[in-house]
């Protein structure tokens, strides 16, 4: 019989610390501050654009002069501090907060697509110019303010979660307190919230909404019903209990 257990790069059950798997999760989210400061100083589309044959596009959005020391413009300066932020969120949650090992190659596919995803809206920031949704400096604001609720909410979520399975009087209990009382996934949902708002700083609601979208389609389809099924088979009426109290899966009030 096929196994049907939904896909899932994180290894639900076990506990402890893959070293290896851990060292190139954290070395790879490291490379990627530098990766975008360096396409946002060097944008390789002017080439790209020569060699297809194509009108070079004009220069973002610039919102000034370049801030003394980082040689970059406050929204290039911006667009930068969201993939250190990034970065070291990502950091934090596999040294500090992750109770499950990280293998070698989930390290390089998760650091990879989080990388792939800052380097999109890096070239996505740099065709700003022909963007016609670009709203500066609304979208920035709006950007910044979405990254950093959801940078705080999905930090503060495994926080709590961590505290909790951490206390040996939790043992075989299912958290559901904190953040994570008013929706079932607030790690998921506050992933969601940052990445739509890095988006939205660096091409506008339409680039954020595409980003939005496919974040949400693949949590719904995929991540939460990967969970559930885990969570399902191991706590068995607790989890479903649990689905009953909190019945928003995503986002609060919404789904």
């Known amino acids: 019989m096929a196994d049907d257990k939904p896909f899932d790069m994180i290894a639900r059950g076990q506990r402890g610390n893959n070293l290896l798997g851990s060292a190139i999760f954290i070395g790879l989210r490291a490379a990627d501050p530098f990766l975008q400061r360096h396409l946002l100083l060097n944008s390789p589309l002017p080439a790209l654009a020569r060699i297809l044959g194509l009108r070079?596009?004009?220069?973002?959005?610039?919102?000034?002069?370049?801030?003394?020391?980082?040689?970059?413009?406050?929204?290039?300066?911006?667009?930068?501090?969201?993939?250190?932020?990034?970065?070291?969120?990502?950091?934090?949650?596999?040294?500090?907060?992750?109770?499950?090992?990280?293998?070698?190659?989930?390290?390089v596919a998760i650091s990879l697509f989080n990388t792939a995803c800052n380097t999109l809206n890096t070239l996505v920031f740099d065709l700003a110019g022909e963007n016609p949704t670009f709203f500066p400096p609304w979208s920035m604001y709006v950007g910044s303010a979405l990254y950093v609720t959801g940078i705080l909410a999905e930090t503060i979520s495994e926080i709590q979660r961590k505290w909790f399975k951490d206390d040996p009087r939790n043992e075989g209990k299912v958290y559901a307190g904190g953040l994570s009382s008013l929706v079932r996934h607030a790690s998921y949902f506050g992933y969601t919230l940052w990445r739509t708002g890095y988006a939205i700083a660096s091409g506008g609601p339409l680039w954020g909404s595409v980003v939005a979208a496919f974040f949400i389609s693949n949590f719904v389809n995929r991540s939460i019903p990967a969970l559930d099924n885990y969570m399902g088979k191991k706590y068995g009426e607790q989890w479903a209990r649990v689905k009953r109290d909190v019945p928003y899966a995503l986002i609060p009030r919404v789904w």
Do not use: C, D
């Open 56 to 107: 070079a596009p004009r220069l973002p959005p610039t919102g000034g002069l370049p801030l003394a020391g980082s040689g970059m413009t406050p929204y290039q300066t911006l667009l930068w501090a969201f993939s250190i932020g990034s970065a070291a969120k990502h950091i934090l949650w596999i040294t500090a907060l992750a109770n499950e090992p990280v293998s070698p190659s989930a390290g």
